[in-house]
C-alpha cells in the first residue's frame, strides 16, 4: 500500500502570499490529520477532517484553513504568510472509524517564507 | 487538556549502549500514549503505541516502553543502540476517543557515538 504522500516537498514564498498545501492518505483511509513543525513551538496540532468535515481544530489563527475531498485528499491553506510560518508542514491519516489511533505520517512540505 | 514533558532534549550514548528516552504525560482522562521517531528531512514514523493491556509495550527496531500510571510516564528503552538509531525521537498523547488529535512533547535528539 503506498504510503502518505504530501506536494510539494518544498516551497518557498513572500510575506503576503498565501499558499495551498496538498495530501493525499493512504488508501481507505478516511480522517487526515495536519501539523505544523517548527524550532521554537515543535509539533502542533492544526486541524483534522474526516469524510470532508473538519472534527477537530488547533489553536491557530483563522489564516490557515484546509479542507477534504470526497476521495479523502485533503488541502490546507495559509494566506497571508508571515515569516513566522515557514515551518515543516506534516499531514497525517488514520482510518478514522474506531480505529486504535495510529497516524500515519507523509513526509512533509518545507514551507520558507522569506 | 493534555500535555507532555520529555526531561531530556538531547541524549548523546555509544553504541552498543543502553538507553532511556525519558516522557511525562498529564491528563484528567484517559489516553493514548505513542513514541514516533523522526530522521532528518524526513517525516515521523511511530515506533510503538500504548493504547490498554500490558504495560509493557515492545515496537519496531528493539524499542520498547513501559505505562506507568501512577507516575504518569511512558518511558522508551532500548537494551543496545546502533548508529542507525541516530534520530529525534517525540512521545505524544491523545485522549482515548479523539485519536486523531496529537499531542507532542518537545522531542528528545539521540545521538549515538562510535
Known amino acids: 500500500k503506498a504510503g502518505v504522500t504530501q506536494t510539494p516537498r518544498y516551497l518557498i514564498k513572500t510575506r503576503g502570499q498565501q499558499v495551498t498545501l496538498s495530501c493525499s492518505p493512504i488508501s481507505g483511509h478516511r480522517s487526515v490529520s495536519w501539523y505544523q513543525q517548527t524550532p521554537g513551538q515543535g509539533l502542533q496540532f492544526l486541524f483534522e477532517y474526516f469524510s470532508e468535515t473538519q472534527r477537530n481544530k488547533g489553536n491557530f489563527p483563522g489564516r490557515f484553513s484546509g479542507r477534504q475531498f470526497s476521495n479523502s485528499r485533503s488541502e490546507m491553506n495559509v494566506s497571508t504568510l508571515e515569516l513566522g510560518d515557514s515551518a515543516l508542514y506534516l499531514c497525517?491519516?488514520?482510518?478514522?472509524?474506531?480505529?486504535?489511533?495510529?497516524?500515519?505520517f507523509g513526509p512533509g512540505t518545507r514551507l520558507t517564507v522569506t | 487538556a493534555q500535555s507532555v514533558t520529555q526531561l531530556d532534549s538531547q541524549v548523546p550514548v555509544f553504541e552498543e549502549a543502553p538507553v532511556e528516552l525519558r516522557c511525562n504525560y498529564s491528563s484528567s482522562v484517559s489516553v493514548y500514549l505513542f513514541w514516533y521517531v523522526q530522521y532528518p528531512n524526513q517525516g515521523l514514523q511511530l515506533l510503538l503505541k500504548?493504547?490498554?493491556?500490558?504495560?509493557l509495550v515492545k515496537g519496531i527496531n528493539g524499542f520498547e516502553a513501559e505505562f506507568n500510571k501512577s507516575q504518569t510516564s511512558f518511558h522508551l528503552r532500548k537494551p543496545s543502540v546502533h548508529i542507525s538509531d541516530t534520530a529525534e525521537y517525540f512521545c505524544?498523547?491523545?485522549?482515548?476517543?479523539?485519536?486523531?488529535?496529537?499531542?507532542f512533547g518537545s522531542g528528545t535528539q539521540l545521538t549515538v557515538l562510535p
Open positions: 505524544a498523547v491523545t485522549r482515548t476517543g479523539s485519536a486523531r488529535q496529537l499531542t
Open positions: 497525517a491519516s488514520s482510518p478514522g472509524v474506531m480505529e486504535r489511533g495510529e497516524q500515519y
Open positions: 500504548y493504547l490498554s493491556g500490558s504495560t
